[in-house]
């Protein structure tokens, strides 16, 4: 509708022809694109499990095939929401025909985290105190590598990790599928502009690590340069890399070393790396053990 609640028309008079057939899951799409998200649909077993383990997560409706109600019971229970049962062959959440949703699907809000102040500022009483550490995207669009990022970020006790609020992945159910959960629990905040929060935390106190890998500086020996003090990692997108003003903004360039010169890491890779070797360097500095054993499932 137009302001005043009128319809828009052509300049024949008649209304624009809308696009026959058009599916909800594309209408709801393009809508979130005009106007941002309002609500987001989660989709697979352990992103709707994640989110109504939450108590920060607002549900509106939960769709659940029979399969699905077994296996996600004790959290139904749990969460008081009472889900609708689907057909696993007509299945009625608007997504798109390629989710894989498992036979499950979970309407939401999307989730609010504090501001980056309050996040990233070192504290005394966290289990990170010593040397906080984040990780910050410069317009990394696919909400893949955004979810495999935060699932990292969280096994190796990121802080937050931080993108632009335009140009970066939204809050989306395939970026929920991808981290597996860790979106309920690893903050993902998105600011309006990269610089300045990177300023923000310089003056925080944390060292900007900006992974580039052209730089003459290993990432080992530049984390093992300053291994107690709040690190963030700095990734820029797979082929277009950081900008300029990111690079600017960084303490220093730093590259993750391969074996063969041409080699190059997908994103959310070289993420899962650099967190590995912040921890790793902080640990042989204060003497103390290296990482324990993660499960890769």
């Known amino acids: 509708m137009a302001a005043g609640g009128e319809a828009r028309t052509n300049k024949s008079g008649r209304k624009p022809a809308q696009p026959a057939g058009k599916p909800a899951w ?3 799409r393009d809508r979130a694109k005009r106007e941002g998200p309002t609500t987001v649909w989660l989709f697979g077993l352990h992103a709707v499990r994640a989110a109504l383990e939450n108590p920060a997560r ?5 769709i659940l095939t029979p399969n699905a109600v077994d296996r996600l019971g004790p959290a139904v229970a749990a969460a008081g929401v009472t889900p609708e049962i689907a057909d696993p062959r007509r299945f009625s959440a608007p997504l798109d025909p390629g989710s894989v949703h498992q036979g499950a699907a979970l309407e939401a809000d999307p989730l609010e985290w504090p501001s980056l102040s309050e996040l990233c500022a070192p504290r005394a009483n966290a289990p990170d105190a010593n040397s906080p550490r984040i990780v910050l995207l410069d317009r990394v669009s696919d909400p893949h590598n955004v979810g495999a990022v935060l699932r990292s970020a969280e096994v190796f006790g990121a802080r937050a990790v931080i993108a632009t609020a335009r140009h970066a992945a939204p809050e989306t159910g395939s970026l929920a599928k991808a981290a597996s959960g860790a979106l309920e629990r690893q903050p993902y905040l998105r600011v309006r502009n990269l610089a300045t929060a990177m300023e923000t935390l310089t003056q925080m106190g944390y ?3 900006g992974l580039d890998g052209a730089a003459p500086t290993g990432l080992a020996e530049m984390l093992a340069a300053a291994p ?4 963030g990692l700095v990734l820029g997108a797979e082929g277009a890399g950081l900008r ?3 690079r600017a903004r960084c303490t220093g360039l730093a590259r993750i070393g391969t074996a063969a ?3 190059s890491l997908n994103v959310s ?6 967190l590995y070797a912040a921890q790793e360097a902080l640990a042989q500095s204060s003497g103390g053990p290296n990482l324990r054993d993660h499960s890769t499932s």
Do not use: C, S, V, Y
């Not at 607002?58 to 939960?62: I, P």
């Not at 107690?228 to 690190?231: F, L, Y």
């Open 261 to 263: 010169g041409f080699a």
């Open 244 to 246: 300029e003003l990111t």
């Open 58 to 62: 607002r549900r509106h409706r939960l």
């Open 207 to 209: 060292r900007l690590t």
């Open 26 to 28: 594309a209408i709801a």
């Open 269 to 274: 890779n070289a993420a899962a790396i650099a």
């Open 228 to 231: 107690d003090q709040p690190t």
